[in-house]
């Protein structure tokens, strides 16, 4: 969910790993050269969606690494299945609070950008926790914990499940 942390602790979990990084959100960014604020007002969602889609199935395809995808990205049985097939995918789980503290602060999330964005949040949240919950791991966070903290307790998750290498677990 948008604010949860993906690109702030994907990034950080990375880094811990001595892994590759990448953002599908910044890789269509990139593509397109426009921001995503950009490309919603020009193309509509639906041109976004098709764009993650063939992002998601490229970065999924190519040498293993930590991928933060976009908000959304998760809800299309498409991408579901891109991301199964090619890795393991973990839910950074928050409250709606402690979402909307992080996302109130800046205007880059289109879908956001409605008369009462607290309830579009929310009304979002509720409607996408179920497909969420599909994922293969649920990280729990919440406005306590810092970004160093989550990416730590995230690597300490991989390892207990079996995802990481020999070592990979001790990362510091
Ligand atoms: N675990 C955390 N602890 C403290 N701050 C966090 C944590 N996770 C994210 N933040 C902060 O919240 C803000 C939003 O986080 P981030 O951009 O990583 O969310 P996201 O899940 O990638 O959202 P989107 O779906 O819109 O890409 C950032 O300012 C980030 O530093
Ligand atoms: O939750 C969503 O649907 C989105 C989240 C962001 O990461 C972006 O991918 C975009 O703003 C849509
Ligand atoms: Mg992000």
């Known amino acids: 969910m948008m604010g949860a942390g993906k690109t702030a602790v994907g990034t950080e979990v990375a ?3 001595g892994r590759p990084y990448t953002d599908s ?3 269509i960014e ?3 050269n426009m921001t995503i604020t950009e490309i919603f007002a020009r193309d509509g969602e ?7 889609s063939e992002v998601l199935a490229r970065i999924l395809a190519g040498p293993p690494g930590i991928v933060s995808t976009g908000g959304g990205a998760w ?4 991408n579901r299945r891109i991301i199964r097939a090619g890795g393991v995918s973990v839910w950074i789980d928050a409250d709606l609070e402690t ?7 800046r205007a880059t999330r289109p879908l956001l950008m409605t008369p009462n964005p607290h309830e579009t949040l929310a009304a979002m949240v509720d409607q996408r926790r179920p497909v969420y919950a599909k994922a293969d791991l649920r990280l729990l966070t919440s406005d306590r914990d810092t970004v160093d903290g989550t ?5 300490e998750m991989l ?10 677990g001790n990362a510091r």
Do not use: H, S
């Open 151 to 155: 990416a730590r307790r995230m690597i």
């Open 75 to 78: 809800i299309r049985p498409e």
């Open 46 to 52: 639906e041109f976004f969606r098709a764009r993650e």
């Open 99 to 105: 979402l909307w503290n992080r996302v109130r602060l």
């Open 25 to 27: 959100d910044d890789e």
């Open 30 to 32: 990139r593509a397109a």
């Open 159 to 168: 390892a207990a499940n079996g995802f990481l290498t020999k070592g990979e």
């Open 15 to 17: 880094r811990l790993l």
